[in-house]
């Protein structure tokens, strides 16, 4: 009877260990470009190859750190190499959808104030349930956007 409760604490605790692990609510390592445009690299260096050049706010979930550098994934699953001095703990967002709507209340009741596309970038300014208040970065556009229309923190 003991080693079952033992085997089965066991059990439970490696469980909630993984479900930590594999939830990216709580277990994402986030970060977002600060610089106004920045190579992502092939490796962590000024001499590896510059893969993509991202622009103020893109959101980063971190793989790994060496150094000054962040090994790093877009929302498309892209991966590479950025200078950590070159990124910050502002949130946003990216539009992964063709097209979002921006909506005057967290909710499909309120009406559109206006509509991102793929790629563009939101600065998080609040959350609610599944809404998030954003700001679109290259016009100053706020509203409601649904997260699961968007990639980041």
Known sequence: MVLRSAATRFFTMACFCMALVQ?????????????????????????????????????????????????????????????????????????????????????????IVGKSERYDLLRTRATRGDWVRVERLDDGVKGWVAKRLLWGW
């Open 23 to 111: 939830s990216p609510a709580l277990a994402r390592d986030m970060v977002s470009i600060n610089g106004s445009i920045v190579n992502m690299r092939s490796g962590p260096g000024t001499r590896s190859d510059v893969l993509w050049e991202l622009k103020r706010g893109y959101p980063l979930q971190v793989l790994k750190r060496k150094g000054s550098w962040l090994q790093v994934r877009d929302f498309e699953n892209d991966k590479g190499w950025v200078a950590r001095a070159l990124t910050n703990r502002t949130p946003h967002y990216i539009v992964k959808a063709p097209v979002a709507n921006m909506r005057s209340g967290p909710g499909t009741r309120y009406r």
